[in-house]
């Protein structure tokens, strides 16, 4: 089908030098369509923002404005694309009840899952092999239960609950899938070792950005994307977070959205853990199994609970092998953990690698070991 020229109005719009979203929503407040405002006089804008805008907003779009319109149509017009306005029908509604809604959205894939009921599922990129397995069997289990899951497709936590839902949509189609918001243009994939991901996502899922074709990976821009992942959300479960992290941007952002913020706690000796323990001092839910976050957004899923198998894969299972045991649950190093469990060196270390090798422990820096799962 032929690009919508009031399409191409949003996109001027959004392109005008000095329009940012909030200038774009005064003047669709006060004129209507872009159309409409393109078609105003000056003396008319001037009453709503600065002669500058005003200027730019009367003076024909550049050269390379004009070919971002054209290959914006271009982008469109393909096979499960979709440009969505503030005026769509098919906008998010969750979105327009944020204080900072994005005027358009670029998004590919399945967008009706855009309005559906989902579950924000955040932490960090350098996330330890536990955080990750909470965030896929987090976002496995809450899938199953019917919601889909917002991230934003960095590496570690994101990455790992979006391949939790996409092995649960697979496996049952017509459970909840996943929904990836990017920091960049929506025709560039970042960080490119998800490439594969991304086109898992976008077959089985949806990717959405506010960005243009063909912006970079901006570090200004994942802050501010970070308001969509939660305002798509009706809460936004963070995994992993050190206490100055992006995910913790989130999570305020979620709360200042009237949004539930749950987080998972951790060792108090992880750095890892200290953003989620601030949280839950804040306020906070603290989760131990999916079933206390279906539980408290069960009015938004019509179901109370999680089927006890679904529960089972989150709960903690007591191993046989005796050395688990000994661990505990917080790390330790070869040394205290040689005495507690009477083993000498040479055996600690063998078994030790075995219990890496199955998944079931891990090395962190300083040559100490947890226990996973």
């Given at each position: ?36 405002i393109f078609a105003a006089n000056i003396t008319a804008l001037r009453g709503v ?136 243009g929506i025709d560039i994939v970042y960080p490119a070792r998800n490439r594969d ?46 206490a100055k992290s992006g995910s913790l941007i989130t999570a305020r952002m979620a ?119």
């Amino acid at each position: 089908m032929a690009f919508d020229h009031g399409l191409a109005a949003w996109v001027r719009l959004e392109q005008t030098a000095g329009v940012g979203s909030e200038t774009a929503r005064k003047l669709l407040a006060a004129f209507g369509l872009p159309d409409n405002i393109f078609a105003a006089n000056i003396t008319a804008l001037r009453g709503v923002v600065s002669e500058r805008i005003a200027l730019a907003l009367t003076t024909a779009p550049s050269p390379e404005t004009q070919a971002l319109m054209a290959r914006t149509e271009e982008w469109a017009n393909l096979a499960g694309n979709r440009l969505l306005t503030l005026a769509d029908v098919d906008y998010p509604p969750l979105l327009l009840e944020i204080p900072d809604p994005p005027i358009l959205l670029y998004a590919k894939g399945h967008v009706a899952l855009l309005s559906a009921t989902s579950l924000a599922i955040v932490g960090s990129r350098n996330a330890t092999a536990q955080g990750i397995a909470n965030a896929g069997k987090f976002a496995e289990t809450v899938s199953q239960a019917g919601l889909h899951t917002v991230s934003g497709m960095a590496l570690g936590i994101d990455t790992a609950a979006h391949e939790g839902s996409l092995r649960n949509f697979k496996a049952q189609a017509g459970t909840g899938s996943t929904i990836a918001v990017i920091g960049t243009g929506i025709d560039i994939v970042y960080p490119a070792r998800n490439r594969d991901l991304a086109h898992q996502i976008a077959a089985d899922g949806c990717i959405v950005s506010e960005y243009p074709l063909g912006m970079p990976a901006i570090p200004a821009n994942f802050p501010r994307r970070n308001r969509i992942i939660s305002g798509l959300a009706r809460g936004t479960l963070v995994v992993e977070a050190a206490a100055k992290s992006g995910s913790l941007i989130t999570a305020r952002m979620a709360a200042e959205q009237g949004r539930e913020v749950f987080a998972i706690p951790g060792s108090i000796h992880s750095p890892l853990a200290k953003g989620c323990h601030q949280l839950i001092k804040q306020g906070a839910k603290l989760v131990e199994s999916a079933e206390d976050i279906l539980e408290e957004l069960a009015n938004f899923t019509g179901r109370h609970r999680v089927s006890a198998s679904a529960v089972n894969k989150l709960t903690r299972r007591e191993n046989d092998h005796p050395l688990l045991a000994s661990m505990g649950f917080d790390p330790i190093d070869a040394d205290t953990l040689s005495i507690v469990s009477g083993l000498d060196a040479a055996s600690l270390s063998a078994q030790l690698l075995g219990l890496e090798l199955e998944g079931a422990v891990e090395m962190l820096p300083g040559g100490v070991y947890r226990r996973i799962g």
